[in-house]
Structures are given as structure tokens and as C-alpha cells.
């Protein structure tokens, strides 16, 4: 089956500082990503879809200015958290559907820890 | 506001028991249903997709969507302690979004 992965795995960093986590597709290109976050005993929760050449589009209540998104190719897309507070500690999932049957279900990267102290 | 219901357990059942889990969603428009298990610490992993009403089964799982009355269910038979686990409902709007329920744990006692 297709392959999405993520990295890293887990990331932990100072108050303050900036996070980048990619999201790749392995054997199959992807116009658009999914970017989900998930806290402790919650379920995932969508934060925006990356579209590969043009700009991502946020949930409602989730800040773009935050949580940057580059789609720069059609395997590659980037999630940057800026100026991460602890708040932000959470596990990232990106997902990507096939081109061919978009109402298919998502193919899930394997996650990423982010720790902020 | 579109969203999707699931009770939250835990779900406690014996081995080989059979274990239900149900869903209800709230847009009309949804198209496909999915159920997802999660391991603790792990991402979704993708364990039935419906389109259409009535039951889909694969090996012990039975997948069931009636659309009249907006819910989706997932039945386990011959439940094994591995299958303990957080199970996700999805529903796929009509821009491709998934929207989760909040889960449901199952336990399966050995």
C-alpha cells in the first residue's frame, strides 16, 4: 500500500524556538496533505490542508501565522510551528488521500511527538 | 458544524466475545465511513471503509452504515486482547476532510 512518512519522530525543544516536520509521500504524489494534531485522550483534530503550489487552508481558530505550511512538491509538504509554547506539546499527523480516488480513505504518516518545555 | 459521535468506554468484553462499536454523524452529505484503530502513541490504522447502506464484512470485522438514520457501526467477532484499542470513526465530507469522533476504547479482557 502507499507509504507516508514523517520526521522526525519526536522532537523536543525550548520555549521560544521554531519546529519543522515533513511529511512525505513515498510511491505516490500527492496535490494535497493533511495536517491533524491530537492531545493526550483526544481525538485527531484537522489543522489544515497543505495543496501543493498554492497556499494552505486552516480550520477555523487554527493561526496560519503559527503553524506555517509549505507544500513544495508533490511528495514534500511542511508543517513549521513558530515560536512553540508548551501549549503546543502535541502528537502531528499528516495524512495524504490518492489522487486517483480522493473519497478513499487517507493514507497516515506514522506521527510526531512535539515536546516543548 | 459538522461532527461525529462515538461513545468514549471503555468498551470491556471477554475474548471472543463480540464486540460493537457504534457512530453517529451529523452532515447529510457525507459519502464514505471509515473506521480507524489506534495504539496508543501510534497513527490510525485504517480497518474498514463503507460507502453504501447495509454490511461489509472482512475477516472479523463487519462494518454497517445506515444513512437514513446517520450512523455507522463495527462489529469484532472472536475478540482477541490484541485488539484492544482505541477505535475512531471518520466521516468524509465533500472537500475530502475527514472528520473523527472522539473514540472508543476497547478492552478485551483475556
Known amino acids: 500500500g502507499a507509504v507516508v512518512s514523517q520526521h522526525p519522530s519526536r522532537v523536543i525543544c525550548k520555549s521560544g524556538t521554531s519546529v519543522k516536520i515533513e511529511c512525505r509521500s513515498l510511491?505516490?504524489?500527492?496535490?494535497?496533505m493533511f495536517w491533524y494534531r491530537q492531545f493526550p485522550k483526544q481525538s485527531l483534530m484537522l489543522m489544515a490542508t497543505?495543496?501543493?503550489?498554492?497556499?494552505?487552508?486552516?480550520e477555523q481558530g487554527v493561526e496560519k501565522d503559527k503553524f506555517l505550511i509549505n507544500h513544495a512538491s508533490l511528495t514534500l509538504s511542511t508543517l513549521t510551528v513558530t515560536s512553540a509554547h508548551p501549549e503546543d506539546s502535541s502528537f502531528y499527523i499528516c495524512?495524504?488521500?490518492?489522487?486517483?480516488?480522493?473519497?478513499?480513505?487517507?493514507?497516515f504518516g506514522p506521527g510526531t511527538r512535539l515536546t516543548v518545555l | 458544524q459538522k461532527e461525529v459521535e462515538q461513545n468514549s468506554g471503555p468498551l470491556s468484553v471477554p475474548e471472543g466475545a463480540i464486540a460493537s462499536l457504534n457512530c453517529t454523524y451529523s452532515?447529510?452529505?457525507?459519502?464514505?465511513f471509515f473506521w480507524y484503530r489506534q495504539y496508543s502513541g501510534k497513527s490510525p490504522e485504517l480497518i474498514m471503509s463503507?460507502?453504501?447502506?447495509g454490511d461489509k464484512e472482512d475477516g472479523r470485522f463487519t462494518a454497517q452504515l445506515n444513512k437514513a438514520s446517520q450512523y455507522v457501526s463495527l462489529l469484532i467477532r472472536d475478540s482477541q486482547p490484541s485488539d484492544s484499542a482505541t477505535y475512531l470513526c471518520?466521516?468524509?465530507?465533500?472537500?475530502?476532510?475527514?472528520?473523527f469522533g472522539s473514540g472508543t476504547r476497547l478492552l478485551v479482557r483475556p
Open positions: 452532515d447529510r452529505g457525507s459519502q464514505s
Open positions: 463503507i460507502y453504501s447502506n
Open positions: 495524512s495524504a488521500p490518492p489522487q486517483r480516488e480522493p473519497t478513499d480513505t487517507q493514507y
Open positions: 471518520a466521516v468524509m465530507d465533500s472537500s475530502y476532510k475527514l472528520i
Open positions: 497543505s495543496n501543493e503550489g498554492s497556499k494552505a487552508t486552516y
Open positions: 510511491d505516490f504524489q500527492a496535490t494535497t
